[in-house]
T-cell receptor, first 111, second 115 residues
């Protein structure tokens, strides 16, 4: 996975519950991203962070929160305010040579 | 209307055939164009990256960009069963090297290469 580890691979959430998706990288990259993928809709940007302790909203940030306390880690919390959280979530970093490098993703399902 | 349109497929071809994929877009500010390959339950991986109009070839893969028509294509020659995947186009007004750069993705085309 190019040094990006996402866990868990599969996650089930009950209605009204917050869940946190983990993303860890050992590539020493500054910028990290969270994308959401739905069937037939491509990837949509949720949040991104260019440096520790700083992050910006993407196109669909409502119902999500992030933190960036360490360079290696960029966890995403899906809150109960996110009404349709079932999707495939992808974490990525960016490099000068290869552009985006994605993790293997977390599939979140509401039960 | 979506900013980037891509036929979802599936596109089924026999092994050895040429696979032809394309995307259309509406934002004339896009200058950087990418193709990603995504296997089932995996993250996308970058296949081709082109800037502005023109062609780029890398092994069995050829990417074409026609900015005047707002149309990009990816061709896969001598297709193999291992090429079976979903192919996503992506584009941006900024280079992929720029931190904070946001890509706009197509919905992906599922390709199946039959032995």
């Amino acid at each position: 996975d190019g040094g990006i580890t996402q866990s868990p691979k599969y996650l089930f959430r009950k209605e009204g519950q917050n869940v946190t998706l983990s993303c860890e990288q050992n590539l020493n990259h500054d910028a990290m991203y969270w994308y959401r993928q739905d069937p037939g809709q491509g990837l949509r940007l949720i949040y991104y962070s260019q440096i520790v302790n700083d992050f910006q909203k993407g196109d669909i940030a409502e119902g999500y929160s992030v933190s960036r306390e360490k360079k290696e880690s960029f966890p995403l919390t899906v809150t109960s305010a996110q009404k349709n959280p079932t999707a495939f979530y992808l974490c990525a970093t960016i490099t000068r040579l290869h552009g985006y490098t994605f993790g293997s993703g977390t599939r979140l399902t509401v039960v | 209307q979506k900013e980037v349109e891509q036929d979802p497929g599936p596109l089924s071809v026999p092994e050895g055939a040429i696979v032809s994929l394309n995307c259309t877009y509406s934002n004339s500010a896009f200058q950087y164009f990418m193709w990603y390959r995504q296997y089932s339950r995996k993250g996308p991986e970058l296949l081709m990256y082109t800037y502005s109009s023109g062609n780029k070839e890398d092994g069995r893969f050829t990417a074409q960009v026609d900015k005047s028509s707002k149309y990009i294509s990816l061709f896969i020659r001598d297709s193999q069963p291992s090429d079976s995947a979903t192919y996503l186009c992506a584009m941006s007004g900024e280079g992929i090297k720029a931190a904070g750069n946001k890509l706009t993705f197509g919905g992906g085309t599922r390709v199946l290469v039959k032995p």
